[in-house]
C-alpha cells in the first residue's frame, strides 16, 4: 500500500479498507496520507469519525509501535489527539489516551505540537469543556510542563479567554 493509495482511501472515506491495511501493515499507521503528513487516525479524528478512530486505534494497539503511532505529528505538530480534543470529541480523546495501556497516559495528554501546546490547549481554544477537563485530569503534573503554558509562555487561561470561553 502506497500513501497515495491510502490517500484516495481515506479521501473516499473507504474506512473499512484503511482499517485493512492499518491492519495488514504496520507501516501504515505511521504513513502520512497528504501534504499536512496527517496519519489516518488524523483524518479521521478530523471528520469526527468516531466509528474510523476506534478501528484505526483498535489495529494500532496490536502493535509494538503503538505508542509511536500515536504520538505521529502533523507539519503543525498535531497528534491525533490533538485533533480529537479540538473537534471536542470525549470518546475519540478517551479511545486515544487510553490505547497506550503501557505507558503513562500522560504521555500523549504532554506532546505538544509546534506551538508547544498540548491536546488540552486544543480543547481550550475550541471552547470544549468536557474533554478539557477529562484531558486536564489526565495530566501527570496539575502545575507543570506543557499541559499548563506554551512555549511562548501563555496558559490554558490565556487561550480560553483569548477565545471568549471564560464565561461559558
Known amino acids: 500500500m502506497t500513501a497515495l493509495d491510502l490517500y484516495h482511501l481515506t479521501l473516499e472515506g473507504k474506512w ?4 485493512k491495511a492499518y491492519k495488514e501493515n504496520a507501516t501504515n499507521h505511521m504513513m502520512p496520507v497528504n501534504s499536512d503528513e496527517d496519519t489516518a487516525l488524523h483524518v479521521a479524528a478530523n471528520d469526527n469519525n468516531t466509528d474510523a478512530v476506534e478501528q484505526l486505534v483498535r489495529e494500532i494497539k496490536q502493535t509494538s509501535l503503538a505508542l509511536e503511532s500515536l504520538k505521529q505529528k502533523s507539519v ?10 479540538f473537534i471536542g470529541s470525549l470518546k475519540m480523546c478517551k479511545c486515544i489516551i487510553e490505547a497506550d495501556h503501557h505507558h503513562q497516559r500522560h504521555v500523549l495528554i504532554e506532546e505538544c505540537n509546534e506551538k508547544g501546546e498540548a491536546p488540552l490547549f486544543s480543547a481550550a481554544v475550541s471552547g470544549h469543556k468536557e474533554v478539557f477537563f477529562y484531558l486536564q485530569s489526565c495530566c501527570a503534573d496539575q502545575s507543570l510542563g506543557p499541559c499548563r503554558r506554551t512555549s511562548d509562555g501563555q496558559t490554558v487561561l490565556h487561550r480560553a479567554i483569548s477565545r471568549d470561553y471564560f464565561g461559558q
Do not use: I, P, R
Open 16 to 19: 473499512s479498507e484503511v482499517v
Open 76 to 85: 503543525a505538530g498535531d497528534t491525533a489527539l490533538h485533533c480529537a480534543a
